[in-house]
């Protein structure tokens, strides 16, 4: 039980445009997701957190005009990174909780921004 | 002083020894406290979760918490090379919906 699945696992896309990264639980409802982000041999870096019908909650520091979030459904929510660029390049990662404190994450979308 | 301390190592441990990596934590209302494997490359992935003082074994793992000194570790036993990877201690405060997580200790098992 409790795995999240991440689309795609890895895009690159030109300098300028919008890149959208799906998070769906596949066998439960995700009452609170969250996004993170981490660069090589760095810790993760918490983006922001999500519920199912509510804006999103930005960690300090993060755009919340390039970084969309939609959290549209209690299985599915969406990362849309706009105007990309190359310093956007990174390891987007998304987790997921039922309603205890157990965060189970997805596997990650490698974003390459050229 | 950080919230989640850990000691980003490297940890080096001969095959078949007993791994032990710690965390400490600074805020005292602080209520639920995991356990995260990364291999390089990877996301992370939950091997341990423990709620109150004491030992909570799971296989070769026992994750030890002692909320008086603030204070979690966790141990694995007959280490084997494919345990070879980032472990990232987190905590979660009451009330609050995030984890925040220590930098992660790096543990390096050798054949």
């Known amino acids: ?114 | 002083q950080k919230e989640v301390e850990q000691n980003s190592g490297p940890l080096s441990v001969p095959e078949g020894a007993i791994a032990s990596l710690n965390c400490t934590y600074s805020d005292r209302v602080s209520q639920s406290f995991f356990w995260y494997r990364q291999y390089s490359g990877k996301s992370p992935e939950l091997i341990m979760s423990i709620y109150s003082n004491g030992d909570k074994e799971d296989g070769r793992f026992t994750a030890q918490l002692n909320k008086a000194s603030q204070y979690v570790s966790l141990l694995i036993r007959d280490s084997q090379p494919s345990d070879s990877a980032t472990y990232l201690c987190a905590v979660n405060s009451r009330g609050a919906q995030k984890l925040v997580f220590g930098q992660g200790t790096r543990l390096t098992i050798n054949p």
């Open chain 1, 1 to 114: 039980g409790a795995v999240v699945s991440q689309h795609p696992s890895r895009v690159i896309c030109k300098s300028g445009t919008s890149v959208k990264i799906e998070c769906r639980s596949l066998d439960f409802q995700a009452t609170t997701m969250f996004w993170y982000r981490q660069f090589p041999k760095q810790s993760l870096m918490l983006m922001a957190t999500s519920n199912e019908g509510s804006k999103a909650t930005y960690e300090q520091g993060v755009e919340k005009d390039k970084f969309l979030i939609n959290h549209a459904s209690l299985t599915l929510s969406t990362l849309t990174v706009t105007s990309a660029h190359p310093e956007d390049s990174s390891f987007y990662i998304c987790s997921a909780r039922e309603g205890g404190h157990e965060q189970y994450f997805g596997p990650g979308t490698r974003l390459t921004v050229t």
